[in-house]
């Protein structure tokens, strides 16, 4: 049976979030304390239960908007072979400013600063920075093979 609106939504999500491959950049890590945070102060609520989280290097942070985005990352490669967790895919969530958070990064000019967990789970923690492929993540819609495709709606 063909359902209009679900073509509609599918349809809305595709022009809205658009058919891409996935960015690809430098991330770093960055050890407690985490706060404050350029997003959100002193408010440890706003950090995921998982502690996948990041701080936004210059080229994300796109003047505070990158507050409370999320992004899916894999490590792609490294200067040490090896350092890849290969399969490992992760959603973190934007929590801070690279350039002014309170512990500093890893390594400086990273697109994104992992936290120690979330580096931990894509790559070797004893690396100072990995070469990443990252896509934004849009709640309700699903990920298929990189790509933002469609909404979660049976």
């Given at each position: ?151 979660g709606v049976d």
């Amino acid at each position: 049976m063909y359902k209009p609106q679900l073509f509609l939504i599918v349809l809305l999500c595709a022009l809205l979030f658009h058919f891409s491959l996935a960015d690809v950049g430098v991330a770093a890590q960055y050890k407690p304390p985490y706060l404050p945070t350029a997003c959100w102060g002193n408010d440890a609520s706003v950090f995921p239960s998982s502690n996948l989280f990041a701080a936004a290097g210059e080229g994300a942070w796109d003047n505070g908007a990158a507050c409370g985005r999320q992004y899916m990352v894999r490590c792609i490669s490294a200067s040490t072979p090896g350092t890849c967790k290969a399969d490992e895919t992760i959603q973190i969530k934007i929590v801070d400013r690279a350039q002014t958070s309170v512990s500093r990064p890893s390594r400086d000019g990273a697109i994104l600063v992992l936290s120690t967990t979330a580096f931990e789970a894509i790559a070797n923690p004893s690396a100072p920075s990995v070469n990443i492929e990252f896509i934004q993540w849009f709640e309700g819609c699903k990920r298929v093979e990189g790509i933002a495709l469609s909404l979660g709606v049976d």
